[in-house]
C-alpha cells in the first residue's frame, strides 16, 4: 500500500496532529502537512516508517537535538518542533516552510537568478554553515530540494536549510555510510577519502552556480562521470588528495612516467560507468574563470561577476585543506564589496558583530575556535564554453562527435584551473524532503508546493550551432534543446545507487580476492 493511502487526508497522527495534505515520500519515509490542535498551527511531519528508517530518525533527532540552542531564524536553519509516535512510526515535526529551492528555480525557469538575489541567498546559506561549524555538525547532503523558501512573496526571499537525515558530527566522521546527493558530491566523498565539513562548502559552491546559471553545474549519472567533468572544467585532482582514497584505484591508474602520478580511467575501463560527457551537461566550461563569460552571455555583465567567480573558486577548492571556510566566505569581497544596487557594502560580517547581533539562543564558538511548478520550459540551452585546443590534464576528455566549441583565447581563459588563492587567515530534512527514490513526481497540494521535489534532467533532441558576439568577443557556442521530462531525477538517485555498488564490490574483494 502506497504512503499515501496509509495516511489520507483527514486521518489523525498520534494524538493531535489531524493530517491537511499529503507532500510526498521517499525511500526514508513521508512528509505530511499536518494540523496541531495542541497549538493551532499547521505543521511538516515526516513520518519514519520501518525499522530502519526509525534508526535513521533517531539519529537524525539526536543531530537536530545538538542544534537545538541555535536561533533557527538567524541561523538559517529548520525550527525542530519534537516528535511523537504514531503506532510504530516516529514522527518529527518541524515549522512548515514554503517551497524548496530547486522549486523556486524551476517555477522560475532555471533561468537562474539576478546576481544580487544570487549574493542574499548565498550570503544566508553561508552563514547557516558557519553555525553548522559552530555546532560540529557536517550536514552532508545540501542540495537545492533541502534548502527551502520560507516565504517566495518576502523581499529579500530567506531560506533555510532542511533535512538533516545524513548529518554527521565532525568528530565521528564515517565513510561508509551514505553522503551526499550526486550532482553535489565532493571529490574526496567520491573518491571515499577522509572527509570534514569542508564537503558542505564544496557543494555551497556548485549550489551557488546552479542560483547563478539556473542549472547544475555537473550533473553526472554516477560518481566516475562526476570526476570526469570536473577535472574537464577544473584540472586534475591533486595527487596528494588521490592518494587518501580507497577507491582511486577504480577511477585512476598510476603512472610511472608523468609529473602527475595519477591519470582517468577510459570510461570502457570502469564498471558500471559509460561516457556520458555530451548528453547530460547543460554547460561546459573549460575553466571555472569562464563562468563570467557564461554569466554574461545568459543575464548580462555585472560588476560583481569577477567576485562571485572568484567565491565559486574558492569554495570548490579540489583540496579541501585549501576550500574557504565559512568566516572566509562571508567576509570574502562578494558579500562585503560596495555594490551599486545598494551603494554599500551589505553584508560584511566578523564574529563578534555576528555574536552581538545573534539572539542569545543563537551560540557561537569563538573565531579562533572555529575551523571552518508552474509551466516549465520545452527549451533548455546548452551553451559550450571550451577552448578547442584542450591541454593534456591527465584524462581524456570528452570525444564529442561535434566540435563546435572554438573560443578565441582573448576571450576564455585556455587553461584548466589546477590551482586556487590560497586563504591566509586563521582557521577561523524539516520541512523535511525526503530523499525521492525512483519516486513519481507529486502533485503541490493546494496551498503548499510539494515539499518533494524531483530534479528534472534533459534528453538532447536537437542541435545548433550559433555564434555570440559579446564586447567585441566572439564566443563559439552549441545550443542543444531539451525535453524537460527526464531523469535528473535519476542522477540523484544514482549516486545512492552507485555508493551501494562500490561497497559491494569493495566487500567481493575483501572476502573473495
Known amino acids: 500500500m502506497s504512503m499515501r493511502k496509509l ?151 530567506q531560506v533555510k536549510i532542511i533535512d538533516f537525515g545524513f548529518a554527521q558530527p565532525t568528530s565521528e566522521t564515517n565513510s561508509d555510510t551514505y553522503v551526499q546527493s550526486l550532482p553535489y558530491t565532493a571529490p574526496e566523498v567520491l573518491l571515499d577519502a577522509p572527509f570534514n565539513e569542508a564537503i558542505d562548502m564544496w557543494t555551497l559552491g556548485l549550489i551557488a552556480v546552479e542560483l547563478a546559471v539556473g542549472r547544475p553545474l555537473y550533473p553526472a549519472p554516477d560518481p566516475y562521470n562526476m570526476l570526469k567533468y570536473i577535472i574537464s572544467t577544473q584540472g586534475q585532482i591533486p595527487d596528494d588528495v588521490l592518494d587518501r582514497g580507497s577507491l582511486t584505484e577504480e577511477y585512476f591508474q598510476p603512472q610511472d612516467n608523468s609529473k602527475q602520478r595519477w591519470a582517468l580511467r577510459k570510461p570502457e575501463e570502469v564498471f558500471f560507468s559509460e561516457d556520458s560527457s555530451v548528453h547530460n551537461r547543460y554547460y561546459f566550461l573549460r575553466s571555472l574563470d569562464d563562468l563570467e563569460a557564461l554569466m554574461t552571455h545568459l543575464s548580462g555583465s555585472h560588476p560583481d561577476q569577477p567576485h562571485f567567480v572568484d567565491l565559486v573558486k574558492r569554495m570548490l577548492h579540489l583540496d579541501a585543506d585549501q576550500r574557504i571556510k565559512p568566516m572566509e566566505a562571508l567576509n ?68 564529442q562527435p561535434d566540435q563546435p566549441f572554438i573560443a578565441p583565447a582573448d576571450s576564455l581563459s585556455s587553461e584548466p584551473d589546477t590551482s586556487h588563492d590560497s586563504i591566509d587567515n586563521q582557521q577561523t530534512r524539516e520541512q523535511l524532503s525526503c530523499r525521492n527514490e525512483a519516486t513519481p513526481e507529486i502533485a503541490p497540494s493546494s496551498d503548499l508546493e510539494s515539499v518533494i521535489s524531483l530534479t528534472l534532467g534533459l534528453h538532447s533532441n536537437t542541435r545548433e550551432e550559433a555564434v555570440l558576439e559579446q564586447s567585441n568577443k566572439h564566443v563559439s557556442i552549441e545550443i542543444a534543446e531539451h525535453s524537460d521530462a527526464s531523469d535528473e531525477d535519476q542522477v540523484e538517485n544514482g549516486g545512492c545507487f552507485w555508493h551501494i555498488i562500490r561497497k559491494v564490490i569493495d566487500a567481493f574483494h575483501y572476502y573473495f580476492c
Not at 546576481?115 to 560540529?136: F, G, I, M
Not at 579562533?368 to 584542450?390: C, F, G, R, Y
Open 7 to 157: 495516511f489520507p487526508v483527514g486521518a489523525t497522527l498520534g494524538p493531535s496532529h489531524r493530517i491537511e495534505a499529503f507532500l510526498g515520500e521517499g525511500a526514508f519515509g513521508c512528509v505530511i502537512k499536518c494540523f496541531n490542535s495542541e497549538t493551532n498551527l499547521s505543521e511538516a511531519v515526516k513520518v519514519a516508517t520501518g525499522q530502519e528508517t526509525v534508526q535513521q530518525a533517531t539519529a537524525e533527532m539526536n543531530i537536530l537535538r545538538s542544534l537545538s540552542h541555535l536561533d533557527a531564524d538567524s541561523c538559517h536553519i529548520v525550527k525542530f518542533n519534537g516528535h511523537f509516535l504514531h503506532k510504530k512510526d516516529i514522527c518529527l515535526k518541524f515549522e512548515l516552510l514554503d517551497q524548496s529551492l530547486h522549486e523556486y528555480l524551476r517555477d522560475r525557469h532555471f533561468q537562474g537568478l539576478p546576481l544580487l538575489q544570487v549574493r542574499t541567498v548565498l550570503h544566508q546559506l553561508a552563514t547557516a554553515l558557519l553555525h553548522l561549524q559552530s555546532a560540529e555538525v557536517i550536514h552532508a547532503d545540501l542540495k537545492p530540494q533541502n534548502i527551502m523558501v520560507v516565504n517566495r512573496q518576502d523581499d529579500p526571499i
Open 332 to 399: 570574502h569581497p562578494f558579500f562585503t564589496a560596495i555594490h551599486p544596487e545598494t551603494n554599500q557594502g551589505v553584508v560584511g560580517v566578523n564574529m563578534e558583530d555576528l555574536q552581538a547581533s545573534e539572539q542569545p539562543s543563537c551560540s557561537l564558538v569563538a573565531a579562533s575556535e572555529i575551523v571552518p511548478i508552474s509551466e516549465q520550459m520545452s527549451a533548455i540551452p546548452l551553451v559550450v564554453l571550451l577552448n578547442n585546443d584542450k591541454d593534456d590534464i591527465s584524462m581524456e576528455v570528452s570525444n
